[in-house]
C-alpha cells in the first residue's frame, strides 16, 4: 500500500478564497481523522471519521471549515472563505483501531493564506 | 484537559550518544501513550505504543517507559546516529480516539 496520500503538497492562495484539501486513506482502515498542525497550537484534531460517516467535528474550529468523506478511499477539507490564520500544515490520518492506536499519517499539506 | 509536555524542545547530542526524551501528562487515567517521528516536510510515524498496563516497550534501539502514576514516559535511544535527527513526540489517549499530543523534542544528532 502506498500509505495515506493527500494533495497537494503545497497550497498558497489568497484570503477569501476556497481551499480544497485531499486525502486517499490507506484501503481497509475505517477511521480517518483530520489534523492541524501550528506552531503555537501543536497538533488538534479537527474531524473524525468512522465508516465515511463523521462522528466528532467538535475540533473544527469555524463553520468555514467543513469535511466530507463521500467514500472509503476519499475525503476532503474545505475552508470557504480562507483566511491568514488558517496557514497551518493539514494532516490526514487513518488507522484500522478504534482507538487511534498506530495510526498511519499522509504527509501534510502546507497552506498559505496571504 | 489532558496536558502533554515534552522537555527539552530541542537538543543536539554527537553521533553515538544515548538520546533520553522526556513526556510528561497531567492525567494519569490513560489508555496508551505512543511516540511518534516527524521528519521535516513529512507526517508522523508511530514509533511505539505502551498500553496503559504496561511499564515499557522496545523496538531495535528505542525502549520507552511508562510511569502512569507519575504521569511521565521516556523514550530511549540507545547508539544515536545521524539518521534518527528528528522530532519526537508523544502522544496520549484518555480511552477514546483523541490524542493529546505534546509539541514535540527536535533531536539533532551530529556526526
Known amino acids: 500500500d502506498a500509505g495515506v496520500i493527500q494533495s497537494p503538497r503545497h497550497e498558497v492562495t489568497e484570503m477569501g478564497q476556497e481551499v480544497t484539501l485531499r486525502c486517499k486513506p490507506i484501503s481497509g482502515h475505517d477511521y480517518l481523522f483530520w489534523y492541524r498542525q501550528t506552531m503555537m497550537r501543536g497538533l488538534e484534531l479537527l474531524i473524525y471519521?468512522?465508516?465515511?460517516?463523521?462522528?466528532?467535528d467538535s475540533g473544527m474550529p469555524e463553520d468555514r471549515f467543513s469535511a466530507k468523506m463521500p467514500n472509503a478511499s476519499f475525503s476532503t477539507l474545505k475552508i470557504q472563505p480562507s483566511e491568514p490564520r488558517d496557514s497551518a500544515v493539514y494532516f490526514c490520518?487513518?488507522?484500522?483501531?478504534?482507538?487511534?492506536?498506530?495510526?498511519?499519517f499522509g504527509s501534510g499539506t502546507q497552506l498559505s493564506v496571504l | 484537559k489532558q496536558e502533554v509536555t515534552q522537555i527539552p524542545a530541542a537538543l543536539s547530542v554527537p553521533e553515538g550518544e544515548n538520546l533520553v526524551l522526556n513526556c510528561s501528562f497531567t492525567d494519569s487515567a490513560i489508555y496508551n501513550l505512543q511516540w511518534f517521528r516527524q521528519d521535516p516536510g513529512k507526517g508522523l510515524t508511530s514509533l511505539l505504543l505502551?498500553?496503559?498496563?504496561?511499564r515499557e516497550q522496545t523496538s531495535g534501539r528505542l525502549n520507552a517507559s511508562l510511569d502512569k502514576s507519575s504521569g511521565r514516559s521516556t523514550l530511549y535511544i540507545a547508539a544515536s546516529q545521524p539518521g534518527d535527527s528528528a522530532t519526537y513526540l508523544c502522544?496520549?489517549?484518555?480511552?477514546?480516539?483523541?490524542?493529546?499530543f505534546g509539541a514535540g523534542t527536535t533531536v539533532t544528532v551530529r556526526a
Open positions: 505502551i498500553q496503559s498496563s504496561q
Open positions: 490520518a487513518s488507522t484500522d483501531s478504534y482507538l487511534a492506536e498506530k495510526l498511519f
Open positions: 502522544a496520549v489517549s484518555l480511552e477514546d480516539y483523541k490524542l493529546s
Open positions: 471519521f468512522n465508516n465515511n460517516v463523521p462522528i466528532d
